[in-house]
């Protein structure tokens, strides 16, 4: 969408009505079409974090340095060719944001998710030791969701450094 702007101008309208929808008030809908279980919950984890992934790869691609792309058309590059060795390499970074910003998403949404419609996981856990006043368990859970968190948030940095070595103002730690 970032490359193709009449593409863009049809979808943006629709793509930003489904965006701006709630998650989880969406999930009733996800049970109702996947039934209760692990299918609805990687769907709307999936639903969820699809939008900080395409919209930070849409703002990279807008972002190119057009010198770069200007620089390719003059030495004759197809469009293809320019796609493929120029706009995609230099939108590596921000498309990694939205993995980042969609991995802490991703863990928001499964903990509401197993909230609302779960018997397992650290979310229902969370949910069912404040009910029974369990409190030691829920900071427990609490914690382990922070640490995963955290273990995803810093694989991905490591994956963007050694992805994106050209770029020189990567953060060591996020």
């Known amino acids: 969408m970032g490359w193709f702007k009449k593409f863009e101008c049809y979808l943006d309208a629709l793509l930003q009505t489904f965006r701006q929808t709630s998650i989880l008030a969406l999930f009733p809908v996800f049970i109702l079409l996947f039934g209760i279980g692990e299918v609805s919950k990687v769907a709307i984890v999936f639903w969820g974090a699809s939008w900080p992934i395409l919209l930070n790869t849409i703002s990279g691609v807008k972002n190119i340095d057009s010198l770069l792309v200007k620089s390719a ?43 609302m419609g779960a018997s397992a996981g650290l979310g229902f856990l969370v949910f069912d030791s ?21 273990i995803v948030n810093y694989s991905i940095v490591a994956i963007e450094q050694k992805v994106a070595r050209w770029k020189e103002d990567l953060p060591v730690g996020g």
């Open 73 to 115: 058309r003059s030495m004759g590059a197809s469009q293809l060719t320019i796609f493929r060795t120029v706009v995609l390499p230099a939108s590596i970074p921000s498309i990694l944001t939205g993995v980042r910003l969609s991995a802490t998403l991703s863990i928001i949404v499964l903990t509401g998710a197993e909230m």
């Open 130 to 150: 404040q009910a029974k006043f369990r409190i030691p368990e829920m900071f427990a859970a609490i914690a382990t969701m922070s640490l995963v968190g955290l």
